[in-house]
């Protein structure tokens, strides 16, 4: 993990990039994958939305939540990018939906810069990286 400073621009520009944005987000899903079917189960994006702790956390510290207050709202998150509903997540629902949440985020920073704390293979890490170092996705 670490801190790097972040706008709107940056996130807007890497999601522009069709090759740069596309090859990291096919790279994500497939990590994702993990029985390689070509398809993200419930489970297998549950267990990577968990690990975000996005809902188990308040400005970084442990927040006790409803177990069932928290199973709803990770099934919400799994209906948002199940587009056809049938269960389970394609690539191609899962770059529309990764794309839409990057836009959404790049439009609530956006132009002015902030410090964020990115663990080092995350999408908005490849985004900054792509920024500052261009040949490093190409």
């Known amino acids: 993990m670490s801190v790097e400073i ?3 621009g940056t996130i807007v520009s890497f ?3 069709e090759e740069a944005f596309n090859m990291s987000v096919s790279d994500l899903f497939a990590e994702l994958d993990t ?3 070509g398809l993200l189960s419930y489970a297998e ?3 990577e939305l968990q690990s975000l702790r996005v809902f188990e956390t308040h400005f970084g510290i442990d927040v006790k939540r409803d177990p069932d207050e928290l199973a709803s709202v990770y ?3 799994f209906v948002q990018f ?3 509903l049938n269960g389970r997540v394609d690539l191609q629902e899962f770059k529309e939906e990764t794309k839409q949440m990057m836009l959404a985020m790049a439009n609530g920073l956006g ?3 902030v410090q964020m704390a990115l663990e080092h293979d995350s999408l908005l890490m490849k985004a900054v990286q792509r920024e500052c170092y261009p040949n490093i996705l190409a």
């Open 82 to 84: 199940d587009h056809d």
């Open 35 to 37: 029985d390689k079917d």
């Open 45 to 47: 994006m549950l267990k």
């Open 6 to 8: 972040v706008d709107g």
């Open 75 to 77: 099934d919400s998150l």
């Open 111 to 113: 132009s002015l810069p």
């Open 15 to 17: 999601v522009e990039d």
